[in-house]
């Protein structure tokens, strides 16, 4: 069987899903207009999301495990997709909604970009 389709297709799912949570973060400067000169500190805690979705959920403890799977879904990028080609005989259930909520967490971050833009006042220039 090849597999090759597979892991493009889930590689695919964590890059949507990186940039959806980048793009959330960075939605979140249209309410807040006194942190738009230091917005490269969004862009830093979007780069430690992203060290801490190449480890394992399994090695945080309880809270964070929930934390990181279901309020910032980091674990989606890349542990429950990989589960899906590295152990396909015991496959837990999130590696196989992986795309489902990839995709409801794509929504969500355009729907908060959308909205975010509508207050955006441009210098005109």
């Known amino acids: 069987m090849d597999s090759m389709p597979l892991r493009e297709a889930l590689t695919m799912l964590g890059i949507q899903l990186f940039w959806a949570l ?3 973060l960075v939605s979140d400067l249209f309410w807040h ?3 738009r000169v230091q917005s ?4 830093v805690m979007a780069s430690k999301f992203k060290d801490y979705a190449k480890y394992p959920a ?11 799977t279901f309020i910032i879904p980091i674990t989606f990028i890349a542990y429950y997709p990989s589960l899906v080609i590295l152990r396909p005989d015991a496959v837990p259930l ?3 909604l992986s795309p489902l909520i990839g995709c409801m967490f794509f929504y969500i971050s355009y729907l908060v970009w959308m909205r975010g833009a509508t207050r ?3 210098t005109g220039s």
């Open 120 to 122: 955006y006042n441009g």
């Open 33 to 35: 207009r006194s942190m």
């Open 58 to 68: 399994t090695i945080f403890n309880r809270v964070f495990r929930f934390i990181f």
């Open 22 to 24: 980048v793009m959330l």
């Open 94 to 96: 999130l590696s196989w």
């Open 40 to 43: 490269g500190y969004v862009m």
